[in-house]
């Protein structure tokens, strides 16, 4: 997930089998929300250094929308590594 635009986020990569791809986040996808929090009271640099911080197994609740329609998914946190 990368790319910013305007105040959502868009998903630009998403890593086959990773947590968001099981999670149902396509690349496409706008998102609007972390854990309840609107995008545009977000920086994304400081959202993904603290997803890397955030414990593996953690839920994040996102607020998507794909096209034309919003649904929230929850992605369960792992090691990539």
């Known amino acids: 997930m990368d790319g910013l635009t305007g105040s959502s986020f868009a998903v630009v990569d ?3 089998k990773g947590p968001a ?3 149902g ?3 496409g996808d706008t998102i609007l929300a ?6 545009s009271e977000l920086d994304l640099p ?3 250094e603290q997803m890397r911080r955030r414990p593996v197994g ?7 929308e794909s096209n034309g ?3 929230t998914v929850v992605v369960t946190l792992r090691d990539l590594a």
């Open 58 to 64: 953690d839920h994040v609740k996102l607020l998507l």
């Open 46 to 48: 400081e959202v993904r």
């Open 14 to 16: 998403v890593i086959p």
């Open 25 to 27: 986040v396509r690349v």
């Open 69 to 71: 329609k919003r649904h």
């Open 21 to 23: 791809d099981e999670a």
């Open 34 to 39: 972390i854990d309840g929090r609107s995008t």
